[in-house]
């Protein structure tokens, strides 16, 4: 029975392997596991599987724990595990087609980092640039930590470092452009 189990997970994942490398371009099979990467990551404290572990855990199929990870949403895309890899596994470009491939499945691993990272993209395309006070108002509210930063908000206020009204861009058309062309090409894939 385990067996049976077993074979059909590795199946499952080679095909999800492929995937991955049409996708991302990344063959998750070159990464031979010496863990370069993970000792040089600054967020590894924070994540539930360190990045070569990710690896690993892609390459035996097991993709349900890969994309309810946490660590997929945790990784800020520095590269430096990309630098140090003798093997130039492309782990950044990894992760971001991992938590595009979570958000379609449904599997939202760190829900703050999703509200935050969907108020940010509004705010690009609608302006054309990070409305900072509007973005942490939103991301307050809907993250429920309603007081994160409240206290260096009049401060940033009084240096004009925040306005309350977003600066809009000249050409916005060409960014809505972008938005509407990753989405038609998300929708193709
Ligand atoms: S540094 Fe590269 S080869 Fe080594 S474990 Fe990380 S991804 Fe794999
Ligand atoms: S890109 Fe992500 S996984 Fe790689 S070192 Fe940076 S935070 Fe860690």
């Not at 099979?29 to 990551?41: F, I, L, P």
Request: glycine content about 6%.
């Amino acid at each position: 029975m385990e067996t049976v189990r077993l074979s059909s997970t590795l199946s499952s994942g080679k095909s999800f392997l492929e995937k991955v490398q049409t996708e991302s371009q990344v063959n998750v099979r070159d990464c031979y596991q010496c863990g370069k990467c993970s000792a040089g990551c600054p967020f590894v404290e924070a994540m539930d599987y360190s990045s070569h572990k990710i690896l690993r855990l892609l390459q035996l199929g097991q993709i349900e724990t890969v994309l309810k990870s946490k660590s997929i949403w945790i990784c800020s895309h520095c590269a430096t595990c990309y630098t140090r890899c003798p093997k130039k596994v492309d782990i950044p470009r990894l992760m971001e087609f991992l938590r595009m491939e979570a958000n379609r499945q449904g599997f939202i691993g760190e829900k703050t980092v999703n509200i935050f990272s969907n108020l940010f993209l509004t705010s690009v395309r609608l302006t054309g640039r990070v409305h900072e006070m509007g973005t942490m108002g939103f991301y307050n509210l809907l993250s429920g930590h309603l007081f994160q930063d409240v206290l260096s908000a009049p401060g940033l206020f009084f240096n004009g470092k925040i306005t309350p009204i977003p600066h809009l861009i000249k050409n916005r058309k060409v960014i809505q452009k972008i938005f509407a062309n990753t989405k038609q090409r998300q929708g193709e894939s």
